[in-house]
């Protein structure tokens, strides 16, 4: 079976041909973070522009590159939400226009799904197994004992660990997207500043925005007694204790659940100290990381995704599928 994939849901504008839920013929993304960056993070008006501009252009290049044409497609998939709704609508009605004029399936997927589908390219999803969604818009343990079925068992209780990611690079004057920024400072730096302890209601919960406001007030501190910040360091602080908050909560979730397979799926996915420390905590378990290329957004993702949840529900809703930039996975 061959799914075409839309992603639009931010600022990337991605089409992809896939194969049986498992092999990426093709996946073209065209970012548009060089013309975000002057405003220091993304405008949805303009990204809106962005992807109309686009699309069409994207979708003709995946076709080509996977070597296919229009009608050897059989199902297609795209992002319905979360994300921004101008940007969504774009994908939403490039795909339907698609798959009305060739009189196709389709289906609308959740953006998250696509980033936990994700790492079907790689490894063969074996249940039951823990999912840690960390991206810009969620962090979340998730437990999952059959495809396409998604329990969660906790999440943030304030910021989503990609927006602290992006707030402290701010403040240290990085730039946008900050996540990366801070995860290749940091390697330059040690963890000299103190950070403080995280307590959460639930034990699956987690949260960052304490965190986020311990860096801030310690950058201020030091700021008005005009002392040096070694920025590298704070970098490194940072980090550490955002990383480790994630490992804590992830190994009492894979033990409580006697997991086959431990995952990690989102943005923050592809922070360097976190691909390295999964395998100092999960000996026993099979760990399985998306490349670093299916980590930021792109429509493969959604088109692995759309398979198996076609495979599972069907079509659902055709030509009335509308963008919903709140959906809910659960
Ligand atoms: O998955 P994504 O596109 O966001 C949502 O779908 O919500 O992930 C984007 C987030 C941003 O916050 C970005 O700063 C963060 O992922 N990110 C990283 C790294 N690369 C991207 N955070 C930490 N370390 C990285 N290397
Ligand atoms: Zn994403």
Do not use: W
């Amino acid at each position: 079976m061959l799914v075409l994939g839309f992603e639009s849901s931010c600022d990337e504008t991605s089409v992809s041909v896939s194969k049986d839920g498992k092999t990426v013929l093709s996946n073209v993304v065209l970012s548009q973070i060089d013309i975000h960056k002057a405003f220091g993070g993304v405008v949805p008006e303009i990204a809106s522009r962005e992807h109309v501009k686009g699309i069409t252009y994207v979708l003709d290049e995946a076709l080509a590159h996977a070597g296919v044409k229009a009608e050897d497609i059989d199902l297609v998939a795209v992002t319905q939400g979360p994300g921004l709704i101008g940007s969504l609508l774009t994908g939403i009605n490039a795909a339907k226009a698609f798959a009305f004029v060739h009189q196709i399936p389709i289906v609308g997927v959740h953006h998250i799904a696509g980033h936990i589908y994700a790492n079907q390219i790689e490894d063969d999803l074996v249940f039951p197994l823990i999912c840690l969604v960390v991206s810009g818009g969620h962090t979340e343990l998730l437990l999952m004992k059959e495809h396409f079925d998604f329990i969660k068992l906790g999440e943030t209780q304030d910021d989503a660990i990609g927006e602290a990611y992006d707030k402290v690079a701010r403040v240290l004057g990085l730039g946008y997207p900050g996540g990366p920024m801070i995860d290749q400072l940091a390697t330059q730096g040690k963890s000299s500043y103190p950070m403080p302890k995280v307590e959460t209601q639930g034990r699956y919960d987690f949260s960052y925005s304490g965190l986020k406001s311990h860096v801030i007030n310690t950058l201020n501190r030091l700021k008005m007694k005009f002392e040096p910040v070694i920025k590298e360091d704070l970098a490194r602080s940072f980090q550490e204790a955002a990383i480790e908050q994630l490992l804590i909560k992830s190994e009492l979730a894979v033990k409580n659940h006697q997991a086959k397979m431990f995952m990690v799926a989102g943005g923050v996915a592809a922070n360097s100290y976190l691909r390295q420390r999964v395998f100092d905590v999960f000996k026993d378990v099979h760990v399985s990381l998306p490349k670093m290329e299916y980590c930021t957004d792109n429509a493969a993702m959604m088109g692995i995704a759309g398979y198996y949840q076609y495979q599972k529900y069907g079509q659902k809703a055709a030509m009335s599928l509308n963008g919903d930039s709140r959906l809910k996975l659960h």
